[in-house]
């Protein structure tokens, strides 16, 4: 009988996990400036929102909602972490007719005039058979 609850009490230790670490990494929530080179459309200007979820954060990962606005092409939603001053993204046009989604990676920095930036490129697997750009986005103040 002991061997049962012993049994018991592991098993019940994956759903009494650890309290969770509170984020300590860079918050880069804020309203971007952007510029970018897609390969299929050329040059174009946008505004990048992102939010960080406290929630979701821990220790150096930060986890934010994302959403690219493209004067011309709509909004694209998706979600971003971040680790140090790399940040990963998923975004989506909201009219998925195009199947204009991809995946990007960013290096921030503080530019020449000490504001947070970003430089960013992407992947669109399946937009116009394949697709990659660049963006370099510059935060708000």
Not at 3 to 31: N, Q
Not at 86 to 110: N, S
Request: charged content about 25%; proline content about 5%.
């Amino acid at each position: 009988m002991k061997h049962w609850i012993a049994l018991l009490m592991m098993a019940a230790l994956p759903a009494m996990a650890a309290p969770k670490a509170p984020f300590t990494g860079p918050d880069y929530s804020g309203v971007y400036d952007c510029t970018g080179d897609d390969a299929h459309e050329g040059k174009y200007t946008g505004t990048v929102t992102m939010t960080l979820d406290p929630t979701q954060s821990a220790g150096s990962h930060g986890a934010y909602k994302f959403k690219l606005e493209v004067p011309g092409y709509g909004a694209y939603l998706g979600q971003a972490v971040s680790e140090g001053d790399h940040i990963a993204m998923y975004f989506a046009l909201t009219d998925q007719k195009t199947k204009d989604y991809g995946t990007g990676l960013a290096k921030v920095k503080k530019d020449a005039k000490g504001r947070t930036s970003f430089h960013k490129f992407y992947y669109e697997p399946e937009f116009k058979g394949g697709n990659y750009g660049t963006e370099d986005c510059v935060l708000r103040k």
